[in-house]
């Protein structure tokens, strides 16, 4: 299939060779094209085709498929209880509140869309041919409820302790990736430039920034060396004897003097 979106591919492609294809068909060349997804093997194929089907794609294509709006309802209160049960017993002092603030930056669409993009999702979501042209399939909201539609169809398919591994599995990547401590209540006292950067990156560009670091000396002390990065672009970089504090700065400047801006201008993306 080469690189061709699946979209594209079955709009284009699959349906001009099968002018009499039925739900079956679609399904039995979804498989095909994905036999597994996070390391996981579907028992019921049904739900994957499921959960990769946008409403656009369902609509355009007929067949009576099933749209994600239903697993995506249901993935999203098995994530919120995987999410809560993870940060509930690694903070046993922490009050509601903060509880609550620690999973809404860990669960929200920003996040939940970069994990999406890092898994490559965006390729293999099933959208119309309008959608294929709008290049809906890098929307921040199709991508999080894609992410969070695959986490319903696991868990209807499996159970709730299997797809509780493999969400902490996901999460854990996706930190090593973007290099930040996701379980972390220090990040509540700097969520607000990191989250609210990460928030524009994301509808701009479709990216998060990263956050990389070298220890360095100073005489006797030792200190960081912190770099803001969009792709493998560098925007900022400060050293200071807070990695945390750091990472807290360069948000905050990258924001106050739109630093990010120079990203589109010069067209790294």
Do not use: W
């Not at 498989?31 to 794609?57: G, V």
């Not at 609550?100 to 869309?113: C, G, M, P, Y």
């Not at 099933?126 to 986490?151: M, P, Y």
């Amino acid at each position: 299939m080469s690189s061709t979106r699946l979209s594209e591919y079955f709009i284009n492609e699959f349906f001009a060779f099968n002018k009499n294809a039925e739900a079956c068909d679609v399904q039995a060349e979804l498989n095909s094209k994905i036999p597994s997804i996070f390391n996981y093997q579907f028992k019921n194929t049904a739900l994957l085709l499921e959960a990769f089907t946008h409403k656009s794609f369902a609509h355009e294509v007929g067949l009576g498929l099933k749209n994600n709006e239903r697993l995506e309802f249901l993935g999203d209160a098995v994530l919120d209880l995987i999410i809560s049960k993870k940060i509930f017993r690694l903070f046993g002092e922490s009050k509601e509140g903060e509880l609550s603030k620690l999973r809404s930056t860990l669960v929200n669409e920003a996040t939940l869309s970069h994990i999406a993009l890092t898994n490559k999702l965006d390729s293999k979501i099933l959208v119309g041919k309008g959608e294929i042209k709008g290049r809906g399939f890098t929307k921040a909201s199709v991508l999080s409820d894609c992410f969070e539609a695959l986490v319903g169809a696991i868990f209807e398919d499996s159970s709730f302790d299997e797809v509780e591994k493999i969400v902490i599995s996901v999460f854990d990547k996706y930190a090593a990736t973007v290099g930040v401590d996701l379980y972390s209540l220090d990040t509540l006292k700097d969520s607000d430039p990191k989250s609210k950067l990460q928030e524009i990156t994301m509808k701009e560009f479709k990216l998060t920034p990263k956050y990389e670091s070298e220890e360095v000396t100073s005489g006797k002390s030792k200190q960081f060396k912190v770099s803001i990065k969009l792709q493998d672009k560098v925007l900022l970089t400060e050293t200071n004897i807070s990695k945390k504090k750091a990472m807290q700065n360069l948000a905050a400047k990258v924001l106050k003097d739109k630093i990010y801006k120079n990203f589109n201008k010069e067209g790294v993306c």
